[in-house]
């Protein structure tokens, strides 16, 4: 077991975030961190851990407020550990096929934070995601899961062996 704590938290508003947030913490402790998961609401001091992995979804062009907020109210700790954010959003197959930028908010966290690296990954809309606009959608035949394990998993085994090397 590497002693290294990793935290992972996220701003999700129905679930499909969370479930991201909790496969990149299960890669961390395979590759023997001890990764905690956590709701970016509930991370109230991150010093606690030798790294951070920070991930929101995406609504109309915009982060996850708790995500930006967590960005926000950890900074000055958050500056001082390796950081990785990511974004969950694209109800198709776009983040598979090319890499999709942090949107400017996110961007200017990655500046302030010094985050290492930026991942977007398929989102998640489905019959029984709340709101009428999630209805509408998978009505029309435009929902899905497109959250692909393999990439996230891929990606979270990338942070373990940076980390790992840093040891
Ligand atoms: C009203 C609405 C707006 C959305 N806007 C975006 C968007 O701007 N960009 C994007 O990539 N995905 C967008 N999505 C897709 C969500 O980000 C996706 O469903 C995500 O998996 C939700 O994660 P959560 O359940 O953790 O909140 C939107 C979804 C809804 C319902």
Redesign the pocket.
């Known amino acids: 077991m590497n002693s290294k704590r990793v935290l992972v938290a996220?701003?999700?508003?129905?679930?499909?975030?969370?479930?991201?947030a909790s496969e990149i913490g299960k890669a961390l402790r395979e590759d023997g961190f001890d990764a905690v998961v956590l709701p970016a609401d509930d991370v109230e001091d991150v010093r606690g851990f030798d790294a951070v992995v920070l991930g929101?979804?995406?609504?109309?062009?915009?982060w996850?407020g708790k995500a930006l907020h967590c960005a926000e109210r950890n900074e000055q700790y958050l500056k001082h550990r390796p950081v990785w954010l990511f974004?969950?959003?694209?109800?198709d197959s776009?983040?598979e096929q090319h890499e999709?930028p942090p949107?400017p908010a996110v961007a200017r966290q990655m500046e302030r934070l010094g985050a290492r690296e930026h991942a977007?990954f398929?989102?998640?809309?489905t019959a029984s995601?709340p709101?009428l606009?999630?209805k509408a959608?998978v009505r029309h035949g435009k929902g899905g899961?497109?959250?692909n394990s393999e990439r996230i998993q891929a990606w979270a085994h990338h942070i373990g062996s940076e980390l790992a090397a840093a040891a």
Do not use: E, K, N
Not at 56 to 62: C, I, K
């Open positions: 996220y701003g999700s508003r129905h679930g499909a975030t969370a479930g991201i929101g979804s995406l609504y109309a062009g915009h996850s974004s969950s959003g694209p109800v776009s983040a999709i949107v977007t398929g989102g998640s809309i995601t709101g606009i999630a959608l899961d497109f959250r």
